[in-house]
Antibody
């Protein structure tokens, strides 16, 4: 059964770069039918799609975050990663990684449990 | 790209049916049959309930159904149960510039 697990620092200082990794287990990140994405949720607020990546490295980002976001993939480790630069308190959120079933449902069908990241000095 | 508009809250008694709307524009909901719905219990990750507007993933109760008319998608929960109390979010593909946009979220309360 495919599982996703986020990892990374829970506290980041303002103006620094937030870095998170999602480890995929129980299946290959190199499957041709799937993209892999990051979605965040500020405390008490709604979901926001950040961006997605294909195993080949092809990426697409939320236009509102594009200038600060980099998503990369490491197929040898079955992982993909998020970097968000120049963070502010507004970037405080639970960050989820998720699988986008591009080949079938075109929906985020499997999610990680999420990891809380707080931006504070 | 603004978030899709959902009512902040919807409530119903056990056994009743409720409907949650998700209003977008001709650039997202109205242009693509790619609306998905997610259920989120407090402190938990979202769970896919409906995809491509009206299809249910394996394991999701048939009490959940989806539809679309114009720029508005809807999620209906029939035979409301206590376990359905959660937040619900719609999501739509919005083309090759914006890609994906989520709704504002709806809190469902079972009275």
């Amino acid at each position: 059964q495919l599982q996703l697990q986020e990892s990374g620092p829970g506290l980041v200082k303002p103006s620094e770069t937030l870095s998170l990794t999602c480890t995929v287990s129980g299946g290959s990140i190199s499957s041709s039918s799937y993209y892999w994405g990051w979605i965040r949720q500020p405390p008490g607020k709604g979901l926001e799609w950040i961006g997605s990546i294909y195993y080949s490295g092809s990426t697409y980002y939320n236009p509102s975050l594009k200038s600060r976001v980099t998503i990369s993939v490491d197929t040898s480790k079955n992982q993909f990663s998020l970097k968000l630069s120049s963070v502010t308190a507004a970037d405080t959120a639970v960050y989820y990684c998720a699988r986008l079933d591009y080949g079938d449902s075109d929906a985020f069908d499997i999610w990680g449990q999420g990891t809380m990241v707080t931006v504070s000095s | 790209q603004s978030a899709l508009t959902q009512p902040a809250s919807v409530s119903g008694s056990p056994g009743q049916s409720i409907t949650i709307s998700c209003t977008g524009t001709s650039s997202d909901v109205g242009s693509y049959n790619l609306v998905s719905w997610y259920q989120q219990h407090p402190g938990k990750a979202p769970k896919l309930m409906i995809y491509e507007g009206s299809k249910r993933p394996s394991g999701v109760s048939n009490r959940f159904s989806g539809s679309k008319s114009g720029n508005t998608a809807s999620l209906t929960i029939s035979g409301l149960q206590a376990e359905d109390e959660a937040d619900y979010y719609c999501c739509s593909y919005a083309g090759s510039s914006t890609f994906y946009v989520f709704g504002t979220g709806t809190k469902v309360t079972v009275l």
